[in-house]
């Protein structure tokens, strides 16, 4: 038996329990740069592993948190906010309480999925002591999006392709 609580709640009762399931509202993908596909990680991975480097793991867990929010609330995400005149947006940890600076994701929203689930792309991060955002995080963030528009790959293919079946002598027909 399951019972819908709001659009992103199931509660289901099994035997004597209530089992509490989230239904995510957006899925995340990480595009890479098209000059670089055959990079090891995407830009915001890269981002991240440098502030890993930096020390900067109160930055990481925030950006963490940001993008669980957003995989859960989608476009409500408190977190989320769109930058004036661009299609780009940034999760910014300060966003709810009018603070200045701390942790940035830049992304953009692509296409919802074949079952109409929002999909972001985050596409760099930082951390940042002022309020403007950073221009050439910025500028790379729309250059991802302007491949996407043009159809250039973003996505590597990583898929090892199988080598051809070849029949022995004397096997079948």
Wanted: hydrophobic fraction near 40%.
């Amino acid at each position: 038996m399951a019972i819908a609580v709001g659009s992103r709640l199931w509660l289901v009762l099994t035997g004597y329990q209530w089992l509490v399931y989230s239904v995510h509202v957006a899925r995340i993908a990480y595009p890479f740069d098209p000059d670089d596909l055959q990079a090891k990680n995407p830009p915001f991975v890269q981002d991240l592993l440098e502030l890993k480097h930096g020390g900067y793991i109160d930055t990481i867990s925030e950006i963490s948190k940001m993008v669980a929010a957003l995989k859960e609330q989608g476009n409500e995400c408190g977190f989320l906010k769109k930058l004036k005149g661009t299609p780009i947006s940034e999760l910014k940890s300060h966003s709810r309480g009018g603070q200045k600076g701390g942790a940035r994701v830049y992304l953009f929203e692509g296409l919802r999925s074949r079952d109409n689930i929002q999909v972001f792309l985050p596409c760099r991060a930082e951390w940042k002591p002022d309020n403007a955002p950073n221009q050439e995080m910025l500028e790379d963030t729309a250059y991802i999006l302007a491949a996407i528009q043009d159809e250039q790959a973003v996505f590597p293919d990583r898929v090892k392709k199988r080598p051809p079946l070849v029949r022995k002598e004397g096997e079948g027909s």
